[in-house]
């Protein structure tokens, strides 16, 4: 196959992961918090900035994502050559480990759509959600069965330019247009860092950001986001409050044998999934939500309608495409790891934390989330969770992870955006292996 012909999502300008746009607001939030930082991480690792550092800081501070020196996920195509000064950056959830099954399995999920496909902004008319590729839907489903870990007999499926454009498009599909006051959209703390700004950010009359869902006192009406494994402590979730005219959005996004045990398949009003962490193509921008109510699956297909007006054909075949290779490759009898994805990211993850837990066992300054065993119903056995992130904290007297992390040249997002203590950092386990290596490296060295 003539890969040169799906060259849809490589231009490296075109291609921004929410996360990324995500950092960029932060870091003019840490330019301003800079001076106070670089001395709290001077104390805690005892050492000095010269000049060039400093200079290298205020690079830092920009994020120059195409700077060679920082990690990042734009190299895709060529493997990274890092050299050992090289800033590593895992402050994005960017699933570019994955990288390597897909490398092996190029040939089966390539696809080639001539000039004359996929013209018409319609995909299916009779549908509920008008611009969703048959497809793509039947895929979808089969892959659901498969894993066992979501229901999705008598559910509409609507897709969307990745679960990102869903959760928007929940938000205006569950709040009543004529209310005196916009609806409060919560989420226990630690919450995903990109809930409060998504909600916020266009001031909408609809809804906004009501903070941490634990505290949250109001007997008004409330969106509540259940993430479930969570991000980005990696736990698992159920709602916390459950008052009276309260609504549920689920966001399953790590709900995937690579990450945690498939206990039973996930029963909910309105559940998100994304192709970026299920099969790890996040520059495809597609994701899916799976709702039970006819009405909030319509008015969820009319935000979409009037935001993008539909959703792009062509990556929809792509991720049917992607999907079915996951789902044979586990269906086929024969055939090892090369060809099961699902056993291929348990493996990696389960590897990359083990070397990670035994970093921070012979630390005397970080801690991590404990994980239960549980009976995973997709490998038929006992499994530990892997979550995407690490969730580290600092013990003791560090007061700022992130700044501790920094000054060693390891970018992470620190637990204030998450709505939780700066000794905690978010580090993502999802870069490719020589990241993840230099990361551990680092890590063992910091006393
Ligand atoms: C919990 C959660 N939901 C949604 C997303 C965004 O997914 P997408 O790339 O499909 O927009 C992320 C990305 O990191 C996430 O962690």
């Known amino acids: 196959m003539e890969e040169g012909k799906m060259k849809m999502t490589g231009d490296r300008d075109t291609c921004f992961e929410r996360e990324e746009c995500e950092s960029f607001i932060f870091e003019k939030r840490r330019e301003e918090e800079e001076e106070s930082t670089q001395e709290e991480a001077e104390g805690s690792s005892g050492r000095r900035y010269g000049a060039e550092e400093k ?28 050299t050992p000064d090289a800033v590593i950056n895992l402050d994005h959830g960017d699933p570019t480990m994955f990288e390597a099954f897909w490398r092996e399995n190029g040939d089966k999920s390539t696809i080639v759509i001539p000039g004359w496909q996929t013209m018409s902004y319609f995909s299916d008319v009779g549908n509920v959600c008008w611009f969703l590729e048959p497809e793509f839907a039947e895929e979808i489903k089969k892959l659901h069965r498969l894993v066992g870990n979501a229901e999705t007999r008598g559910r509409h499926v609507v897709v969307g330019t990745g679960s990102t454009q869903l ?33 916020d950010f266009l001031k909408s009359g609809l ?28 736990h698992i979730r159920q709602s916390v409050i459950n008052m009276e005219g309260g609504k549920t959005v689920h966001d399953l996004a790590y709900y995937w044998p690579q990450y945690t045990p498939i206990t039973e398949p996930a029963d909910h009003d309105i559940m998100l999934f994304t192709v970026s962490k299920s099969t790890g193509h996040a520059g495809i921008r597609i994701g899916w939500a799976l709702v039970k109510d006819s009405e909030v699956a319509k008015k969820m297909t009319k935000f979409i309608e009037v935001n993008t007006i539909g959703v792009s054909k062509d990556s929809q075949l792509r991720s049917a495409n992607i999907l079915r290779t996951v789902r044979e490759g586990h269906e086929a009898s024969l055939g090892g790891e090369t060809d ?48 995407a992130f690490a969730w580290l ?55």
């Not at 929940?170 to 226990?188: D, I, Q, R, T």
């Open 167 to 199: 959760f928007q498009a929940a938000l205006y599909a569950l709040s009543p247009p004529e209310a005196a006051e916009p609806m409060s959209v919560v989420c226990a703390v630690p919450y995903y860092s990109s809930y409060p700004l998504i909600t």
């Open 207 to 234: 809804y906004k950001w009501g903070g941490d869902a634990c505290t949250f006192k109001s007997d008004t009406p409330y969106i509540e986001m259940v993430t479930s494994p969570n991000n980005p402590d990696g």
């Open 340 to 387: 099961k994805f699902f056993d291929f990211g348990r493996r990696l993850m389960t590897e990359r934390w083990n070397k990670l837990r035994e970093v921070v066992k012979h630390s005397s300054i970080f801690s991590l989330p404990e994980f239960p065993l549980d009976y995973c119903n997709f490998v038929g056995d006992m499994c530990t969770s892997n979550p």
């Open 55 to 82: 200079q290298e800081e205020e690079r830092m501070g920009s994020l120059d994502l195409t700077d060679p020196r920082i990690s990042s996920g734009r190299t895709a195509g060529a493997r990274t050559r890092l």
């Open 393 to 447: 904290k600092c013990e003791g007297e560090v007061k700022d992870c992130e700044a501790l992390l920094k000054s060693h040249k390891i970018l992470t997002r620190s637990g204030k955006n998450f709505g939780e203590d700066p000794k905690y950092v978010r580090i993502s386990m999802l870069d490719r292996d020589e990241v993840f290596a230099l990361f551990i490296e680092r890590l063992s060295n910091i006393n």
